[in-house]
């Protein structure tokens, strides 16, 4: 499966680039096929795996923030592993 996901901190102010930094950390760690964008990281894997993952980059931002918000999107199609980077490459081989 695919997980594009993106945490975010509430209740610290308008700077989150930190907070965030930590979820991204936690991705990164992970071994796992990974992607990072402005608005999303993407990770691919088994769902326990990938799941287990987004927990801890969660849990990463809620030591330091009282609040935390998530924003998960799954593509769930056993077998295919063929990662994050190769779709977003062949979207960018075509004009738009």
Same mark, same amino acid.
């Given at each position: ?9 509430? =209740?610290?102010?308008?700077? #989150?680039?930190?907070?965030? &930094? ?23 894997? @088994? ?14 931002? @809620?030591?330091?923030?009282?609040? #935390? ?10 077998? &295919?592993?063929? =990662?994050?980077?190769?779709? &977003? ?8």
């Amino acid at each position: 499966m695919i997980v594009a996901f993106s945490v975010t901190p509430l =209740g610290v102010g308008e700077e #989150v680039g930190e907070y965030v &930094a930590e979820a991204v950390r936690v991705v990164r760690e992970s071994g796992l096929p990974n992607r990072t964008d402005a608005m999303f990281t993407s990770i691919e894997g @088994e769902w326990d795996e990938v799941m287990d993952v987004v927990r801890r980059a969660v849990a990463a931002v @809620e030591e330091r923030a009282p609040r #935390v918000s998530l924003v998960l999107k799954a593509d769930i199609r056993p077998g &295919a592993a063929d =990662g994050p980077e190769p779709k &977003a490459a062949t979207a960018e081989r075509h004009p738009a």
